[in-house]
């Protein structure tokens, strides 16, 4: 669905379509904190390897998440700055349902992210 306002577009994502948006990159110059881990973890068993790569996963998806709450409420701001803009526009905005989704993935992937950092916790 697109809804357009003015020069701005909204589109809100089907939730399988959500999930397979371009993560936000972590910065560049960083090392990634999960290899970072798994350096001071090194020698340990290959159960260990494997939790670390399942809380990367979900590190990325929390970023992913994130980045794609982020670019709707841009939309909005985009919309409501834009002075052509019309009480039927703001309406359609309010009911357009936005990244419900998202947040409820959201949420999901950072209660994994929570049990992750746990199971590595105890086997440090």
């Known amino acids: 669905m697109t ?3 003015g020069k701005v577009a909204l589109r809100q994502l089907a ?3 959500v999930r397979r948006a371009a993560p936000v990159p972590a910065p560049a110059a960083e090392v990634d904190p999960v290899e970072a881990l798994r350096q001071r973890l090194s020698g340990r068993s290959a159960r260990e390897h494997v939790v670390l790569d399942f809380l990367a996963d ?3 998806e ?3 998440a994130l980045g794609n709450i982020q ?3 841009q939309g909005i701001e985009r919309a409501v700055a834009d002075p052509r803009l019309t009480p ?3 309406v359609t905005l309010a009911q357009g349902g936005g990244p419900a989704e ?3 993935y959201l949420g ?4 994994n992210t929570r049990r992750r950092l746990g199971q590595v916790a105890a086997r440090m």
């Open 3 to 5: 809804i357009a306002i």
């Open 15 to 17: 939730p399988a379509e």
């Open 58 to 60: 979900d590190l990325r």
């Open 62 to 64: 929390v970023r992913e």
């Open 71 to 73: 670019r709707y409420v």
């Open 88 to 90: 039927q526009q703001l």
């Open 102 to 104: 998202q947040l409820d």
């Open 108 to 111: 999901e992937m950072l209660t």
